[in-house]
């Protein structure tokens, strides 16, 4: 059971670029959420979904892009990337509100 | 707006020791409360879930209190070891209807070592 995937692991991207960071799961959770966490500022949530076809802002959306085309996977879009989106993402996903969460292992994003 | 709060930001102690997190919220309208596990350069992983209405749990050394009318929460962990080092992060969840914020709010965390 692989749980949830992230992938790339590392990426170095230089100002300006766009790049997709993927998320898959394969426990049939309805509930997929990225965050990113920043030295100081702990985990911040960048958007969420509740289902296929159904996406939300979270607290720290500017910036990146989401779409939830099937129950699987979730990729987060960075439109054009700035130094201030130098973070490490994590994905996520749950049943609903009330289950146990599972963390993807993290993306480790430097934007030059 | 929640706000989650950790404390102690760090802990060392010795090898044995029983020891205690905290972890306390502003807002008490909370779904539940889960702790979790961070270890350096990987993900988080969750260690306990406590629902709204449950006072604790527990799983092996580990033993989690909700008391959500003061908006605290504690980690117990009984007889550490030098592998319980990690980070400690706590974090709510607040429901809401419709299509109200889902996710988590997480406190900064405790960076737990234990000295051998």
Known sequence: NAGVTQTPKFQVLKTGQSMTLQCAQDMNHEYMSWYRQDPGMGLRLIHYSVGAGITDQGEVPNGYNVSRSTTEDFPLRLLSAAPSQTSVYFCASRWNRGNTIYFGEGSWLTVV | ?116
């Open chain 2, 1 to 116: 707006k929640q706000e989650v709060t950790q404390i102690p930001a760090a802990l060392s102690v010795p090898e044995g020791e029983n020891l205690v997190l905290n972890c306390s919220f502003t807002d008490s309208a909370i779904y539940n409360l889960q702790w979790f596990r961070q270890d350096p350069g990987k993900g988080l992983t969750s260690l306990l879930l406590i629902q709204s209405s449950q006072r604790e749990q527990t799983s092996g050394r580990l033993n989690a209190s909700l008391d959500k009318s003061s908006g605290r929460s504690t980690l117990y962990i009984a007889a550490s070891q030098p592998g319980d080092s990690a980070t400690y992060l706590c974090a709510v969840s607040t429901g809401g209807s419709g299509g109200g914020a889902d996710g988590l709010t997480f406190g900064k965390g405790t960076h737990l070592i234990i000295q051998p």
